[in-house]
């Protein structure tokens, strides 16, 4: 009887004893580029403040309704853009940059084989930047790696081009481009919502129009909590780590 029961209070210790949580790859990595004060997940601040930012457009349909939301609640946000998109609705972009949102960059082409070669991805990136400069009259500072792939050559090449490289809060990447339904999309970003977030969505890349009724959402929600959603230059800006400067002349 006595050793059924050491047995089993055994195993109940190495159930439920702690287990060092494991030190993966991309946490070194974050840590390593963090520490360069030119690589963002989310910005140091107490503040109620979060920046919602959008891959792959501009699309004629969602993302002009995504401005359309954003417009009701006096909320800024970042777009990621795709320079043969922006080539094609030069007038969204125009419209972007009136109406106080950031213009950054996501590639030329969007091809991920294009990040692995130094002189392509810098070849990508000045190509999209002058694009933006003629639509907007102002160069793009920040750029998002597609899909947010990132590795040391892809950091380096950025910053020797002058730019802040920014991905994205690890507990705010909405997977929208899965579809799961708008409400749940909202939840992924209103469950652990927290100031500094960096959030992840898509106004274009296929139909969003959960997208566009999440972001609606989100908006209501968070202007009940008391957030403001900025641009992500803006968020920066109130981190108590890191106060950015811009890289490029505008």
Known sequence: MMKKTIIAFCSLFILYMPVAKPTHANEIKRWKYEKTGL??????????????????????????????????????????????????FPEILKR????????????????????????????????????????????????RPIAGYYDEQIIETSIDNGYYVVLWTWHQD?????K??????ARNVLYDTKPGDI???HDAGGDRSQTVKAVEYIL?????????????????????????VLLLNP
């Open 39 to 88: 690589v963002f997940w989310e910005a140091d601040t107490k503040e109620k403040l979060i920046a919602l930012t959008f891959d792959d457009g501009p699309d004629p349909l969602y993302t002009i309704q995504i401005l359309d939301a954003m417009k009701k609640y006096n909320a800024k946000g970042t777009f990621f853009v795709i320079g043969k998109e922006a080539e094609r």
């Open 199 to 201: 959030v992840i969505l």
């Open 96 to 143: 972007q940059a009136i109406e106080g949102h950031e213009i950054a960059n996501h590639t030329y082409r969007h091809k991920f084989r294009d990040m692995k070669n130094p002189n392509v991805l810098k070849a990508e990136l000045r190509k999209n930047s002058d694009l933006i400069k003629r639509i907007t009259g102002k160069a793009p500072t920040l750029f």
């Open 180 to 185: 799961p339904g708008a409400k749940r999309i």
């Open 174 to 178: 909405t997977r929208d481009w899965k």
């Open 220 to 244: 209501e929600s968070l202007y009940k909590r008391g957030y403001k959603c900025v641009t992500v230059s803006e968020l920066l800006s109130h981190s108590n780590s890191v106060v950015p």
